[in-house]
């Protein structure tokens, strides 16, 4: 144990400090060189309980639940998108019911043209026309004055496709 390491544990030893959230275990341990307890690591993030409660972890964040913790969710440091809960450290849909995410937001898939069956579908704009989506299924809605002609939306005389 280095020398500042040791100055470090006593001050804390005598004050009772907490660490980042968690409370300081005294025992019969060793600090690694340069830093906190603990055995695991991903990036600045910690993987093992390092004195925190019961089903929780450190992690850079302090002590957490990763079964429960949307911003540590299964692993330290794994967010879950905007429209995700944590359950059972798997990141799963928060969206209402008939509604589900799309890049962290919640869309009905059926009506969405942005997002029109799935997530990676996008009802294609055509001159003349607002696009649409219909039962999960892209459709054109022609502008006044414009008429559906085989998939595009014309502006023809007398109504009558060319």
């Known amino acids: 144990m280095r020398l500042s390491s040791r100055i470090v544990l ?3 030893v ?13 025992g ?8 906190a307890g603990g055995s695991g690591s991903t990036g600045d993030a910690t993987t093992t309980s390092g004195g925190c ?11 957490v639940k990763l079964a429960s913790d949307p911003a540590n969710c299964g692993k330290c440091g794994k967010a879950c998108l905007g ?16 509604k589900d995410p799309c890049n962290g937001t919640c869309f009905d898939l ?3 043209p942005k997002h029109c069956g799935t997530c990676a579908v996008a009802c294609d704009a055509v001159p003349g026309a607002v696009p649409h989506c219909e039962m999960a299924k ?22 009558a496709c060319p």
């Open 10 to 12: 006593a001050a804390l």
């Open 14 to 26: 005598g004050t009772g400090t907490l660490i980042s959230g968690c409370a300081l275990v005294l």
């Open 28 to 35: 019969d341990f060793k600090l690694p060189e340069g830093g």
């Open 53 to 63: 409660g019961t089903d929780e972890v450190a992690c850079a964040a302090g002590c």
């Open 83 to 98: 429209a995700e809960v944590c359950t059972n450290s798997a990141c799963v849909s928060a969206c209402p019911a008939g």
């Open 110 to 112: 059926q009506v969405e």
């Open 138 to 159: 892209c459709t054109l809605e022609c502008d006044t004055g414009f008429t559906e002609c085989k998939g595009a939306c014309l502006a023809v005389d007398g109504g």
